[in-house]
């Protein structure tokens, strides 16, 4: 696609329910971050995906949060057991091959709200 | 503990006036420093800098970096209302593989007609 997607845009859930998040990163893109961006914040580094390295997840603040890339494209971030202050939006960027000379080119995200 | 700091976190002007955003950094092992302009969700890329003294232009917009004093300002002439936004500015960690971007809080600009 033309740009980074990310589905779905808006996601409203209870306390305690699993919540699935979606990526699908720019075509030819090898590497995926997440980001999460809570009210008057910037945005907070989560997880980062390059090929078929080991991920970087060293930004995960719980483990309740986990998140899967498969084959080398979209990416799936899950945050089991929500909380209240999961309520955040999550950002998804991808670079071409996550060199740190690259541009990261963001999606739109999903806001979250956990009642 | 490496950060990035914005000022000012908001900002009120009307059309016409000049505008001048801060980011200063203290970053262990700095590789280069972003400005996004986030309008609605997705943050725009605006500007990589990553030597110091060279000013960057596009349009309205101009950014330099100082690497000396550890900070950069992205600078907007003649503003219009269009140029409302959250404008943030990241630093690139250089010190693993993964170049993963620190970022400060963002500075919110209104401009009015």
């Known amino acids: 696609g033309a740009g980074v997607s990310q589905s779905p845009s808006n996601k409203v859930t209870e306390k305690g329910k699993d919540v699935e998040l979606r990526c699908d990163p720019i075509?030819?893109?090898?590497?995926l971050y997440w980001y999460r961006q809570s009210l008057g914040q910037g945005l907070e580094f989560l997880i980062y995906?390059?090929?078929?390295?080991?991920?970087?997840k060293s930004g995960l603040p719980s483990d309740r949060f986990s998140a899967e890339r498969t084959g080398g494209s979209v990416s799936t971030l899950t945050i089991q057991r929500t909380q209240q202050e999961d309520s955040a939006v999550y950002l998804c960027?991808?670079?071409?091959?996550?060199?740190?000379?690259?541009?990261?080119?963001f999606g739109p995200g999903t806001r979250l709200l956990v009642l | 503990e490496d950060k990035v700091v914005q000022s000012p976190l908001s900002l009120v002007v009307h059309e016409g006036d000049t505008v001048t955003l801060n980011c200063s950094y203290e970053?262990?092992?700095?590789?280069?420093l972003l400005w996004y302009k986030q309008e609605k969700k997705a943050p725009t890329f605006l500007f990589m800098l990553?030597?110091?003294?060279i000013e960057k232009k596009s349009g309205r917009l101009s950014s330099i970096l100082d690497k000396k004093e550890l900070f950069s300002i992205l600078n907007i002439t003649a503003t219009q209302t269009g140029d409302s936004a959250i404008y943030l500015c990241?630093?690139?960690?250089?010190?693993?593989?993964?170049?993963?971007?620190?970022f400060g809080q963002g500075t919110t600009l209104q401009v009015k007609p």
């Open positions: 075509s030819g893109h090898t590497a």
């Open positions: 990553t030597s110091s003294g």
């Open positions: 990241a630093v690139k960690d250089g010190s693993s593989n993964t170049g993963k971007l620190i």
């Open positions: 960027a991808s670079s071409l091959m996550g060199a740190s000379g690259e541009t990261q080119y």
């Open positions: 970053v262990t092992n700095f590789r280069s």
């Open positions: 995906f390059q090929g078929n390295s080991a991920p970087d």
